[in-house]
């Protein structure tokens, strides 16, 4: 293995290797070949579809959810091409480090040496067939060292290793939530039991019991700013029909015309809502609805702060 | 007179028989055409037809429905949905989902073509519709190819590439025809990339300008809103959504997307024009004529597609040249469509992200509220107070109509290097609640709303069409196409159809009779009054 040698000048480097987005179209292959990620994905489109609903792209609104789920239903929705191996991706990561991290930066987005995750040829690349050459022959002219004496494996785990940087950028399904405990615990318990007005409706030795050995503290705090997520939690109707009839239970379905429901027996029941047929439904999360117009993010912070010392 | 009229442009046409270049208009459409996208170039996606009514509108039934088959699920996104708009011409009807374009026949919705793209990469996550000049169409395929097809047989005439899928852009939009350009804009979030919107020759297919969404150097006018040039080299601003354009004033108006790093915006300090804006450019140069920015510095990924509706008022005694746009940042805005001046700013749902207004009516962003390691809360859905789906506006209320989206996310910012790459954090969903909106172009004020009871739209939700005969038509997130009195927001008829409205419904006349189109997930529906002529 060859470390960097003298003459090393990344802004050369930069010119040819990193992006030059301003791409001319002439220079792209005019007839498409076959798609290679064809044949990976009519098997996992059934999944994809199922996950979609948390990991929406950014055209469209969210169907509820906590959003950035599914990694890999996205990959395949961001046609990525085939997934980078975690295993390999690890081994190059110690190679990559002492002998590209210097110039590249250790997570690849660039140092003196240019961005390599954000590179056309790095995201062109499928399996190595654009990165090994140039690491095996380097860029002599404008500085960069050849890796001859690398292994094709090494090469090829050094290739595994910026695409899995790829991943983590361009696949937001992989994105993990930071330290969100930032808050002061004993403020949260005071909002717990004051302002806020849990306590009414919730206890810490109670429901709230070892809170936080169930959820990690995203899915807590998510959680209590809206247990029901996007669509809302399951509400109990009551419907008084023109008959006097009255009719509760769960609602399975509503909208402006019809009310569907289960009722106590489990039987399916659906009415239209005519004339002289009265529709009351009962929202547990009226109160949670009613907290997200009043907090400040530090309350929920704090809040947070508080929640996950119920273990 | 109809006839001499054709006869007369004969030897104008390009080729001849296909669309009469007099179809495309600012406001109006003919009665038996849908030329473009939003049907005329206002994107008011106003109808003048009134057969049907407000009085009869009850009596309007099923006349026939083409549902889409032999495709399945497609890759990542599950089975077909219509987002197109179709375009009429000569009693045809041409529309897409991703990868795929179909001829159907207008009065009997039979099948005439289908073309069947094979994508090698890109987005599949909507596809908008064809454009149409003379007898060709035009058509993106997700993965950058721009194609044309030759109308009456759907057979291929040639394909132009016109980005990069390895890089994360991607094509969904419906192209735009303006005189002898063809507009084509571009997606792609997922890299860094840069925004740009393109005029392509109808013929050829050859680029004739390609505007940037960013300035191109430091020191160009715009480059002081960027700390440096590789900011600016990956700052985003996507132009994804079909424009509108005024013959008279030669402008075209575009919106573009959020800025990137979407959610990390620590690495591109300042405005990040032209990012998250409505633009005015030249269409047969693309030179900027004026700009107006939506969200400043955008760390929510709000992106400013959302139609920039053409519409002529009086305000204060005076009549005036408008451009509106409900802005899924949450704001509605008013502008002179003659030079960008602001006439109104205010929020149409939550807009806790911003301080308040600057000097040109622009909203300030409220650097506490930018995502946050620990999250912020928004008074906004994820999704944004509103997104693509169509809006309208009937110049019968001077009311402006958009399916809105009321709510809350917390917005986690999850890369804190100071150089982030991609999105950078995300916008978690938390309560989403769907709301058909009428807002007065004049004030700005809500005149009225109408909340579905059962909440949020799915993974699609419906675009607005008004018509003169004092209706609007719209779909709410339980699969019901329902027409509301654009006047007051009473429901009038409604119609469950198997999935949610999920593309703009639309409005033609054949043989005397009033059709209204509308597509839900993979069917197109036709609807008609019995016996109608």
Known sequence: ?311 | MRMREILFLLPFLAPAQGLDPKALRLFQPPADTWPTYNGDYSGRRYSTLAQIDASNVRSLSLAWTYRIAGIGPQRGVGNPVIKSTPLLVNGILYFTIPNHVFAVDARKGRLLWQYDWQDQGGHLVGQRGVGMYGNWLYFLGPDGWFISLDAPTGKERWRKKVADEKLQYFTTMAPIVVKNHVIVGVGGDAMDVRGYLEARDPETGDLQWRWWSEPEKPGDPGADTWPNKAAMDHGGGMTWMPGTYDPDLNLLYWGTGNANPVYAGQSRKGANLWTASIVALNPDTGKLAWWFQASPHDTHDWDNVETPVLLDSVIDGRPRKLLAQAARCGYFFVLDRTNGKNLLSKGFVGVNWSKGLDAKGQPIPDPAKEPKVDGSLINIPAGGGTNWPPPSYSPDTGLFYVNAARGYSIAYLTDTDEQPEGYGGRGGGLITEAVLEALDVRTGNIAWSHAYPSGAFGTSFAGILTTAGKLLFTGDPSQNLIAFDPASGAILWHYRLAQNVSNGPSAYMLDGRQYLIVGAGDTLYAFARPGAE
């Open chain 1, 1 to 311: 293995m060859r470390v960097l040698k003298e003459g090393w000048i990344a802004g050369a480097l930069r010119k040819t290797l990193s992006l030059n987005i301003r791409w001319n179209p002439a220079d792209l292959k005019s007839k498409p070949g076959r798609y290679s990620l064809k044949r990976t994905m009519k098997t996992l489109c059934a999944v994809s579809a199922v996950l979609l609903a948390t990991i929406l792209p950014a055209q469209e609104p969210p169907a509820g959810g906590r959003g950035g789920r599914g990694g890999p239903a996205l990959r395949e929705f961001l046609g990525l091409g085939p997934p980078p191996d975690a295993e390999a991706a690890e081994r190059g990561a110690r190679l990559y480090s002492p002998n590209c991290g210097f110039c590249h930066g250790e997570k690849a987005n660039g140092a003196s040496g240019p961005d390599l995750v954000r590179s056309p040829l790095v995201l062109h690349d499928e399996k190595g067939e654009l990165i090994v050459p140039l690491l095996r022959e380097g860029r002599p002219d404008k500085g960069m060292p050849a890796f001859a004496a690398m292994t094709p494996a090494q090469l090829s785990d050094i290739v595994q290793f910026l695409h899995m940087r790829v991943e983590l950028t361009a696949n937001r399904g992989t994105y993990k939530t930071l330290n969100i405990v930032t808050g002061d615990a004993k403020k949260g318990e005071q909002f717990f039991n004051g302002a806020g007005g849990c306590v009414g409706c919730h206890s810490p030795a109670g429901d709230l019991a070892r809170i936080a050995t169930r959820y990690p503290p995203d899915q807590l705090q998510n959680r209590f700013l809206w247990p029901g997520g996007g669509r809302g939690a399951p509400r109990k109707v009551k419907v008084s029909l023109s008959s006097g009839e009255t009719v509760s239970g769960a609602i399975t379905r509503i909208d402006d015309f019809t009310i569907e429901l289960n009722d106590a027996s489990g039987a399916h029941r659906s009415f239209d809502r005519g004339d002289g047929v009265k529709v009351e439904v009962e929202d547990r999360l009226t109160a949670h609805r009613a907290l997200l117009d009043k907090y400040s993010d530090a309350d929920i912070h704090n809040l947070t702060a508080y929640l996950v010392t119920l273990k």
